[in-house]
């Protein structure tokens, strides 16, 4: 899957593979990977999506995600219950149930015990709320800590929702808002933004599952535009994206007025080019601004938007509407 965290970018690899690298340097590094055998897998490289999935059978396929990054914010715990919902919520965005986590950790040897064990303790709470096992995983020594999840779930063959699949007419909604990047930065409203960090997306995949979407993500390291780019183009779609309706985590529009910028604004911009004019600086860096353990981002048909905020509402969960789907290329703001 794909994140941002400290400024780290890392590529959607049916997993993760962080690095310094644009999205687009990483996309050519990566082409060509999945032996043209492989049948049973049906989703990895090619293209890349939030998690890989393998089918094991006609009733059932592995959903496999891996994600891992230094620490946002100072308290342990928090740190690996935000680092477990990262990795956890790629396998909602394939429309799966998460069983089974393996811990990736590296901490520096003089880091005191109490620390690991919070980090691993945050983690385990979040894994057992969303109903799975963390039953281990591996650890080396390293300068600079870092903490994630190798996760496996399942799904049925025919229920995996991908990023590639938007069509011309679909309304595009988002179901948490955007700019934990910039209020991390500005330290900003650390507890609103700590709780949508914290905020898996089971209860959003779980209400969206009846309403049969045609294509779903979630939104973290490319930010918004990078990952709307993702689904225009394997769609072979125009994004059009509704500026101000744009949902903005308190602080985050402040932070941008300001000129807080996160360390992978300049890649987002260069990885998602977008056509903008007029459109406020603040709300294109909110765009550009890379989420850790966003929203999903979701096209499904317009006549069953109002249905589906209906059902969003009923169950007290957020979701905007924020564009649309149409024919043509590329993502426009406006």
């Known amino acids: 899957m794909e994140t941002e965290a400290a400024g780290l970018t890392s590529l959607t690899v049916g997993g993760g593979c962080a690095a310094k690298y644009s999205a687009a340097r990483l996309e050519d590094l990566l082409k060509g990977f999945v032996p043209a055998e492989a049948e049973d897998l049906l989703v990895g490289l090619d293209p890349a999506d939030d998690a890989a999935v393998y089918r094991l059978d006609a009733e059932r396929a592995l959903v496999f995600t891996v994600d891992f990054f230094p620490p946002l914010v100072d308290d342990p715990a928090l740190f690996g219950r935000i680092a477990a919902t990262n990795a956890l919520n790629d396998v909602f965005a394939m429309g799966g149930t998460p069983l089974l986590a393996l811990s990736i950790a590296a901490f520096p040897e003089e880091l005191p015990t109490e620390v690991l064990a919070a980090v691993f303790a945050g983690a385990d709470e979040q894994v057992r709320a969303a109903g799975a096992i963390l039953a281990g995983g591996h650890t ?134 977008v056509q903008a004019d007029g459109v406020p600086e603040e709300l294109l860096a909110l765009g550009y601004d890379a989420q850790t353990a966003g929203g999903l981002l979701v096209s499904l048909p317009a006549d069953k938007a109002i249905s589906l905020q209906n059902e969003f509402r009923t169950r007290d969960l957020f979701i905007a509407q924020v564009g649309s789907a149409e024919e043509g290329e590329g993502i426009v703001v406006r």
């Open 140 to 273: 080396i020594r390293d300068a600079e800590p870092k903490y994630g999840l190798a996760v496996v779930g399942t799904v049925h063959p025919d229920g995996v929702w991908v990023k590639s699949a938007a069509r011309p007419g679909d309304a595009v909604f988002l179901t948490k808002p955007l700019g934990t990047g910039l209020v991390l930065a500005a330290k900003g409203d650390l507890a609103e933004a700590a709780r949508w960090m914290t905020t898996l997306n089971d209860g959003a995949a779980e209400a969206l599952r009846p309403f049969t979407p045609h294509a779903v993500t979630d939104v973290t390291g490319f930010g918004l535009f990078g990952h709307a780019r993702e689904v225009a183009e394997r769609s072979a779609v125009r994004i059009v994206l509704e500026a101000a309706s744009l949902p903005a985590l308190t602080g985050a529009l402040e932070a941008a007025r300001a000129g807080v910028r996160t360390g992978g604004d300049p890649r987002n911009r260069e990885f998602a080019p």
